[in-house]
């Protein structure tokens, strides 16, 4: 166990459905980021978050959005649902902008 | 644009042969190096990580990476495996620049079947 929460566990929505994925950090840690693992893409960084402020964009598409509350969990948004973005979705924690980074469980996102 | 590649998809081993996956990335400047293991069904979990100093690094359950800069490699070894290390390996990199941020690169993951 990592210390990284991630809910909903698996998430089976319609295209065009909006949904909300939440990731609390490790105790401490100051920064959150989240990946998207698919099977043509591979892991593929979408966005960090530290201490409130984002720090680094990556290949995040404008229907996806991220914040970071004050208590430091996180949460990201998915709009307009498409069936291509059925993936695995990792979020991760770190104590700073570049420590090692820790993992949660993943939430698994199926859109039919 | 950087990338990490990781030369074999999937590996099947039986236990006790010896393992070496490997790893090359590409971006000229300094970078800090991992390896993270995937169990079925779990999450990613850290092996071992290069940020300076030497450069043969030791991790978690037996394995080390020896980083050879002229190379831009970093490959994963493990003298004997078990059974239990079946599993999917990525390599990840965050290349150190100007802008200061976590952010890793991946590679596309081994897939490691070892046979008991």
């Known amino acids: 166990d990592s210390g990284v929460t991630q809910t909903p566990k698996h998430l089976i929505t319609a295209t065009g459905q909006r949904v909300t994925l939440r990731c609390s950090p490790r105790?401490?840690?100051?920064?959150v980021y989240w990946y998207q693992q698919s099977l043509d893409q591979g892991l593929q960084f979408l966005i960090q978050?530290?201490?409130?402020?984002?720090?680094a964009k990556g290949n995040i598409l404008e229907r996806f959005s991220a914040q970071q509350f004050p208590d430091l969990h996180s949460e990201l948004n998915l709009s307009s649902l498409e069936l291509g973005d059925s993936a695995l979705y990792f979020c991760?924690?770190?104590?700073?902008?570049?420590?090692?980074?820790?993992f949660g469980p993943g939430t698994r996102l199926t859109v039919l | 644009a950087q990338s990490v590649s990781q030369h074999n998809h999937h590996v099947i081993l039986s236990e006790a042969a010896s393992l070496e996956l490997g790893c090359n990335y590409s971006?000229?400047?300094?970078?800090?190096l991992f390896w993270y293991v995937q169990y079925p069904g779990q999450h990613l979990q850290l092996l071992l990580k290069?940020?300076?100093?030497?450069?043969l690094v030791k991790g978690i359950k037996g394995f080390e990476a020896e980083f050879i800069k002229s190379k831009f490699s970093f490959n994963l070894r493990k003298p004997s495996v078990q059974w239990s290390d079946t599993a999917e390996y990525f390599c990840?990199?965050?290349?150190?620049?100007?802008?200061?941020?976590?952010?890793?690169?991946f590679g596309q993951g081994t897939t490691l079947q070892v046979k008991p």
């Open positions: 990840a990199v965050r290349p150190i620049g100007s802008s200061n941020t976590g952010k890793l690169i």
């Open positions: 991760a924690s770190s104590t700073t902008v570049t420590d090692t980074q820790y």
């Open positions: 971006y000229g400047g300094t970078v800090n």
């Open positions: 290069y940020f300076s100093g030497d450069p």
């Open positions: 105790s401490g840690d100051l920064s």
């Open positions: 978050y530290y201490n409130g402020e984002e720090r």
